[in-house]
């Protein structure tokens, strides 16, 4: 059967719940059984924290996993025993990074605004960071507490009271890293093991958190290094990422306002006192807001229950929750994938056909020859 054949077979039968999946790409339903059956395991065995037992974060770690219950539960407790060992829920609470402000002034870097569709917009300067004089101001092992907090921040306040003011779930975050001068030559083995170390951290604890990066003003010297850098990361994240030169500024724009991004990028904003960079400008500094996402969100997280609840009728209004462009084109990729496949296949079976077409001849020939030499016999 051709692939055409398959694709206008599916869509045929698109009145059933599975194909339709793969046809129209909306996997709502089955995504609520997987998460339901991860949910089922982990409490099964215990391993289901409270504060873990949300319908978005299981299902961060089985579209990690490319929805296998088995791997995303073993990443899940992956993240737990991480947690654990580097007491996570102590550095949220209190841990101190006095030195953000040297910090940022030698490693510009930060949260500003929010993009199109309501995600927190972060945005790095990598190509202006002083190496140097960051390691005299802080340490890695110090610099990576730091980022480990703000994961925790973005998790517990950013997307919360961004998902309030885009009345959408908001659970990943847009970032801008501009590298501008940055390449293999100033790019040192202590900023490489943090840059790996972070890497990690980000993919195997706090997967699925990344919507899109743009990486703007790359010159030959960065796309030399972007081939050592992409080795650390794993496929699922690099198809999140574009590459782009210093016409930047029309792709960036599609999906974030002219007012969201700073002057020195293009856009319109011009932060007071220090800069658009140190101001970690956002809805999530503004008290009322707090106060309002901590009595939506009640003690942190909504219950599975709730939140099922309130995916089933959104979805039946139509309205779009967790699914954008970043995550359809993440999708079609997949499905581009699988179809690649579907052709690999026919054409073995194509192979495998002919194959066993000239196998039945020569069987017949060997017949006809065994008959030739029964009739010398007799
Ligand atoms: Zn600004």
């Known amino acids: ?148 907090s703000e994961q925790e921040k973005t998790i517990s306040l950013r997307y919360p009271v961004c998902s309030l003011v885009a009345k959408k779930h908001i659970a990943s975050t847009t970032a801008i890293f501009d590298v501008k001068g940055l390449g293999l030559n100033n790019f040192s083995k202590s900023a490489r093991e943090m840059f790996a170390e972070i890497q990690k951290i980000d993919s195997n604890y706090y997967p699925e958190t990344l919507n899109q990066l743009y990486i703007i003003n790359a010159g030959t010297g960065f796309r030399a290094l972007w081939k050592v850098l992409k080795t650390f990361m794993e496929a699922r994240t690099l198809a999140k990422i574009q590459v782009l030169g210093t016409n930047y500024l029309n792709t960036v724009l599609e999906a974030v306002d002219p007012s969201n991004l700073p002057e020195f990028l293009g856009g319109t904003c011009t932060c007071p006192t220090g800069g658009c960079l140190l101001q970690d400008k956002g809805p999530w500094t503004d008290p009322e807001m707090i ?55 026919e054409h073995c079976a194509a192979k495998s056909g002919e194959t066993l077409q000239i196998l039945i001849c020569k069987q017949q020939e060997l017949t006809g020859h065994i008959e030739q030499l029964r009739k010398i016999l007799q």
């Open 291 to 345: 106060r309002a996402s901590k009595e939506a969100f009640g003690k942190g997280q909504k219950s599975f229950n709730e939140l099922a609840a309130t995916i089933a009728c959104e979805s039946f209004t139509g309205c779009q929750v967790g699914f954008d462009t970043g995550e359809n084109i993440l999708r079609k990729q997949v499905d581009e994938q699988i179809l690649e496949k579907i052709r690999e296949l």
């Open 1 to 148: 059967m051709s692939f055409r054949s398959i694709e206008q077979l599916l869509r045929r039968n698109s009145k059933t719940k599975i194909s339709r999946n793969i046809v129209d790409r909306n996997h709502d339903q089955k995504e609520e059984q997987l998460v339901q059956s991860l949910r089922e395991l982990l409490l099964a065995s215990k391993q289901l924290p409270d504060k873990f037992d949300d319908y978005y974060v299981l299902l961060r770690f089985l579209k990690m996993r490319g929805f296998n219950i088995l791997k995303a539960k073993e990443m899940f407790l992956n993240m737990l025993k991480w947690r654990e060992d580097c007491s996570v829920d102590a550095i949220a609470n209190d841990f101190k990074f006095e030195e953000y402000d040297a910090v940022k002034r030698c490693y510009p870097h930060g949260f500003h605004g929010v993009d199109r569709f309501g995600r927190p917009l972060y945005i790095e300067r990598v190509g202006s960071v002083d190496l140097s004089k960051l390691m005299q101001v802080t340490t890695i092992d110090r610099y990576v507490k730091y980022h480990i």
